[in-house]
Structures are given as C-alpha cells and as structure tokens.
C-alpha cells in the first residue's frame, strides 16, 4: 500500500470538513488559530513518515499532553496511580465536575480534566518540575528541540482556569491531592500549553504502539502491558463523551485536544497524528475524526 497515495485522497476527501466546526475560543490565544489548517503525519515504526497538509506547523496540543504524563507517571510509579484515579469512560464533558463528588473524589480516568489533574499530582511527587521535565522528555522522543510551552497560552489557561480550579480543590477536599492546588493548576495549564507539530506528536506517540518501547530513542518507557493499557484507555475515554462515537467510527486508540490535534494509534504498525482547529461540539477536531475515520476505511487497517 502506498502511504503517501492514501493520505492525499484522505486530505481531498476531507477537504470540505476543513474550516467547519469552532475553534476553541475560552481563551484568546486559541481563538486567533486559523480554522482552516489541516495536517495528517503517519510516523510507522521503521522510521518512515508520510504528511498531508500543515504536518510541520506547531499547534496547541492541550489534552493530547495528558496521553504523555500518564506515560511518565505510570512508567514511573506502577499499578499504584490507580488508587486515585479509575478507568472508566465518564460519559460526560471532558471538564465535567458532576462525578466526582459520587465518588468521592476520585475521577473517572487520567485523560478528562480531573484525571489529568491527580496525574499531575503523582508528577509533582515525582519531579521538582515536571513541566520541564515532560517538555525535556517529548524534545527527545519527537527529535525536535523546538518543543516548548506556550506562555502567553498557560497564563490565559491560567486567567481563564476556574473550572479547572474548581475541580482541583473539590479532589484537595477529599484527600486526592498531595501538592498545593496552585501547584497542580500552573503544572498541568503548563502541560497543555504545549505546542507541537502533527510529525512531532507521532514520533512521540510512537511508543505506544511499539509495546512501550520508543523507536526514536530506543528506551522503553512502559512495559508491554503498561502500552497495552494506556492504549485502551485512548480508546474508551480518550475522545471524552465522544469515545464511543470515535470508535465505532474510526475504530482506533486516540486521545484528542481542544486544540484540534488527535494522537491515534495502530498497535505494532504506525502512530499517527492529525491536525484541524474546528472542534465539534464535544470538543474534537471535526476534520480530524473525519480524516482518521476515511484512513481507516480507506485502508482496512483499525484494531478491530
Ligand atoms: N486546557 C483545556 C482545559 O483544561 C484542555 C481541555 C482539552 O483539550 N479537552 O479545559
């Protein structure tokens, strides 16, 4: 099959999506993002590469990031991260706060917000800067040393982060967080300030379909079974109240950011990334889930 072939009638069939939907617009600095950039980068794990569109072109990546600190918290730490936080699709939005006072403050799963932010706790125990660390870490693992944070993004994150505030001190009040709230807040707005291309986010994602073990370092990261979690938990809660939808569509472990980028991946065979700003109402790139959706039916490739 011919990769680059495959991308390009994606990208025409695509085409009419690109543009629709909203750009996320709680804060300025994500509202001024172009609506009609488009980028889709396959990265397979012999090294080759294929890209349509803005694949170099470094955007937001927002909930795409919490895919990579729960690689380096449950690398780190093990088994024991589930203690504070489950494994179950919560159904609702991605900054929902119902759930958790059923459960007593303990959120659904690491990749809505509440999640997130008990995974950024462990990180907090686990690094004097886990920000500069997880930007370290995804420099080396994309081989591009201009990953960075987004600061006017993390401050907006932050000027703009009630919801999120609200989240971290109902779980501080049962006893789910460690660290200083303000501690959690600025860490994790931190991580999803992050900007990064469609090419860097699959060499990084790269990984996760590789048993654990990176093919641009060569470091394992995970242990086969610890790749083989996180990856369903891509599938079943990675698109938020939209997961379901996501993989009845397009049928593979993906995590998605508000800032329209979409991390997906075929196990043993490649990760890919896609890029396209307009959000449908749950929060995901609408072009994006349309690109991944014609990818797999064009190629018969999906893990089912
Ligand atoms: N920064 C956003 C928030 O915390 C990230 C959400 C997302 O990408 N779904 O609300």
Redesign the pocket.
Known sequence: MDYQDLLDVVHQEVRPHIGKGRV?D??PALARVPAERFGLCLHLLDGREYGVGDVDEAFSI???SKVFALVLALGALGEQIWQRVGREPSGNP??SLVQLEYEHGIPRNPFI?AG?LVITDWLLGLHADPSAELVAWLRRESASARVAIDAEVAAS?RAH?D??AALAHFMKSCGNLQAPVERVLQT??DH??IRMSCRELARAGALLANHGRSPITGESWLTRSQAKQIAALMLTCGT?DAAGDFAFRVGLPGK????GGILAVIPQRMSLCVWSPGLDPR?NSLAGVEALERFTTLSGISIF
């Open positions: 996320a709680y804060i927002q909930s795409v991605f900054n917000n997130a994150e982060g919801r999120n994790y707005f999803c300030a938020y998605s950011g508000v800032g929060g």
